[in-house]
T-cell receptor
């Protein structure tokens, strides 16, 4: 059984650029959730995808968008990057929405 | 809105001893889950233990157990026989049962296990 994987591990961008982060869910899981974790803080929920549809969203602006593919992998896209977007981005997969979430290793994004 | 509070930013414990991490939460919901996750320096968030609110029995997983007090909205984690590998940030998290999976995290407790 393969766990949750994320790519890339680290990423450096400049303000105003766009970024795409990727996540492969654990085998058999059809739900993917994305979280932003600022340094020294707990993770904050961005949104969740269930069977390719957005299934809940946190307090993040529309420049944070996502996709889920038929194989249940997912992308997080952030447009017009701001310095405050610098954070660890965590992806988690679960068998269904309201179920235990298993996390990937995260992508560290630095915006200069 | 639900909130999760961890009042201990840092704790330390000697190897082989027992430590308890505190968590309180605020909700008007009756059906929900509570979790403890561990985040070592490697950054990966690892599930430690899960509790369903409708279950009165406290969850246990080997050396990890919880004290779930629903009326007091308290959910503490006890780690017995602490090991060096338990050194990590520990996050308490809440999820409404019918919301579709949004986890609400506390601010975390940094636990150091000393030899």
């Amino acid at each position: 059984e393969t766990g949750v994987t994320q790519s890339p591990t680290h990423l450096i961008k400049t303000r105003g650029q766009q970024v795409t982060l990727r996540c492969s869910s654990q085998s058999g899981h059809n739900t993917v959730s994305w979280y932003q974790q600022a340094l020294g803080q707990g993770p904050q929920f961005i949104f969740q995808y269930y069977r390719e549809e957005e299934n809940g969203r946190g307090n993040f602006p529309p420049r944070f968008s996502g996709l889920q593919f038929p194989n249940y992998s997912s992308e997080l896209n952030v447009n017009a990057l701001e310095l405050d977007d610098s954070a660890l981005y965590l992806c988690a997969s679960s068998l269904t929405g309201p179920d235990t979430q298993y996390f990937g290793p995260g992508t560290r994004l630095t915006v200069l | 809105a639900q909130t999760v509070t961890q009042s201990q930013p840092e704790m330390s414990v000697q190897e082989a001893e027992t430590v308890t991490l505190s968590c309180t939460y605020d909700t008007s919901e009756n059906n929900y889950y509570l979790f403890w996750y561990k985040q070592p320096p490697s950054r990966q968030m690892i599930l430690v233990i899960r509790q369903e609110a409708y279950k009165q029995q406290n969850a246990t997983e080997n050396r990890f157990s919880v004290n779930f007090q629903k009326a007091a909205k308290s959910f503490s984690l006890k780690i017995s026989d602490s090991q060096l590998g338990d050194t990590a940030m520990y996050f308490c998290a809440f999820m409404k049962r019918n919301q579709g999976g949004k986890l609400i995290f506390g601010q975390g407790t940094e636990l150091s296990v000393k030899p």
